[in-house]
């Protein structure tokens, strides 16, 4: 059986998207992770399977799914780019609202094929937290975008052990059971920043994360004294923004702004037994 499926990326954080507002496809994480594995599969950070949505508020619904075949809550990159695969194959052509699992996401369309997405309100702000790690006590922050991150700020990112620092606090006992995704951040100019990202379900350095650039921002906004908008440089090299409104002690009207590029079509066959369309 063949599944037709369209591949896209956002600040090169990329995704496998599937139309299946029929709810007809079943797949396991097994399956999920097979199809993002990049030397035997497509290759992707995750797979987002579109769906129609349960809240008559919202136009279209997904299942967001991490490479690892975990389901996740929220995922800023692949938000935009399931609005532009929803322009280029759906027929959606203005602004719209997406039911995720953290709530509902509204969707703008802007000019120059930047695509706004308007996160839900940022929970759990925690600022200088002393986090206990094999090189002492590290001041980190930590906040709730839609899914958890922690933010440290650092003095060179390129010089950071991300993937093996980035685990060690990803699976602290301070942030269990769930776990945190880890964001190393770098004052680079006037109200810009570069974010590494440690991405949980993926378990590995990401290209760009953008729940976590928004969590970054948030931070700098108040670490740091930064003013909306803030100007985020991934390791893809990519440039994402971030708007906010101040709002008493967080923000509201978050956004994160920025591309969503179509790479290529294909079809892939379900291998596992059981698996596949219902009938």
């Not at 959606?92 to 709530?103: C, I, P, R």
């Not at 908008?229 to 008493?248: C, M």
Request: with cysteine.
């Amino acid at each position: 059986m063949k599944v037709r499926f369209a591949k896209y990326h956002g600040a090169g954080n990329d995704f496998i998207l599937i139309d299946d507002r029929q709810n007809r496809l079943r797949l396991s994480p097994r399956q999920i992770a097979a199809w993002c594995d990049r030397h035997r599969g497509i290759g992707a950070d995750g797979l987002i399977l579109v769906r129609l949505p349960q809240n008559a508020e919202a136009n279209l619904a997904w299942d967001f799914y991490n490479s690892d075949g975990g389901q996740a809550e929220m995922c800023g990159n692949g938000a935009r780019c399931l609005a532009r695969f929803a322009r280029d194959r759906l027929g959606v052509s203005q602004d719209f609202t997406l039911e995720t699992v953290a709530g509902l996401v509204r969707i703008r369309l802007e000019e120059d094929d930047q695509i706004a997405v308007q996160l839900t309100s940022p929970t759990d702000l925690r600022l200088r937290i002393q986090l206990p790690s094999r090189f002492g006590l590290m001041e980190v922050h930590h906040l709730n975008t839609g899914v958890p991150h922690t933010v440290l700020f650092v003095g060179d990112v390129d010089r950071v052990d991300v993937v093996g620092l980035g685990r060690e606090i990803r699976y602290h006992q301070l942030f269990a059971p769930a776990g945190t995704n880890v964001n190393f951040v770098q004052h680079i100019g006037p109200n810009t920043i570069r974010v590494r990202t440690y991405e949980r379900g993926v378990e590995g350095e990401t290209l760009a994360c953008g729940t976590g650039v928004t969590a970054s921002a948030l931070i700098a906004s108040k670490v740091l004294g930064f003013q909306s908008p803030v100007r985020v440089r991934v390791q893809s090299g990519d440039e994402l923004a971030v708007r906010f409104v101040p709002d008493q002690d967080g923000w509201k009207e978050v956004e994160l702004i920025g591309p969503a590029v179509h790479v290529f079509d294909g079809e892939v066959e379900i291998e596992e037994k059981g698996e596949g369309y219902e009938q």
